[in-house]
């Protein structure tokens, strides 16, 4: 009987010694990252604008208007400086977050919406808009529509563009609250 090739022995070797190497060089390096974690970007509407540095907000339905200012870091007022309860602050800062993290579930380009009537969007004229200003960025202006079909997307076109969006109905329904709340 002859025993093993001189080659293969090597080659056997040299693989118990790589995958040692491997093993070693993963228990100090540390653990693998996890793919499936990702970091968060923001993929809203409002992304020029931190939700943190809002100092206004409007909100306009046919002729009457809500007008609200940032009181403190964490609290609103109504002009001209009645305060707010939290839960309407919180309906604020929540819609705030939402234009800025939350991404529409589909853009529809001019081309797309081309010899179509704003007014089938509800659009024309808008159910109701929200205007944003913070220091240091252009004002932010956002008229939202009619519901989609299915009742769990909204339609909405950002003052300035040309495309109308449709956004997920959640963003929307903040707003309204606010504009329901006595």
Known sequence: MVGPSPLRRVVWVSGAV???????ALAFHGQRPDPSL???QPAGVMLSIAPDAVVEVVISRGQRRWRFERAKPNGWAATPGQPLDESLGTR?????????VSAPQRVLQPDEVAGISPSEFGLAPPRYS??????GAPPFEIEFGALSSQGLAQYARVTGRSEVLLLPSFMGEQWESVMGAP
């Open 18 to 24: 790589l995958a040692a190497g491997t093993i070693i």
């Open 38 to 40: 990702v970091h968060f």
């Open 92 to 100: 604020l800062d929540t819609g705030l977050r939402f234009l800025h």
């Open 130 to 135: 929200v205007s944003v200003r913070a220091t």
